[in-house]
């Protein structure tokens, strides 16, 4: 699976249908473990991604508070 291209919202969605499929108990044993596989690269995936946007929300909090003290020095 490529998941290079893959929006977390897509990303999301996809887990959250994998999960549904395992919760239903229906799938052989090999159709579970693929998919948990399959679950588990996505998740992955999606917290790299929240990562990543952390990590630009606290740049720029930072810039805005060293901003906002400039002004006020």
Do not use: A, R
Not at 12 to 33: A, C, M, N, V
Not at 47 to 71: A, P, R, S, W
């Amino acid at each position: 699976m490529d998941l290079t291209n893959l929006s977390y919202e897509e990303g999301l969605k996809e887990l959250e249908s994998i999960i549904d499929g395992l919760e239903t108990g229906e799938l052989t044993l090999e159709e579970s473990f693929n998919k948990f596989k399959k679950g588990v690269d996505l998740y992955k995936h999606l917290y790299e991604i929240l990562n990543k946007v952390e990590g630009e929300i606290k740049i720029i909090m930072e810039e805005e508070i060293e901003e906002d003290f400039q002004l006020e020095g």
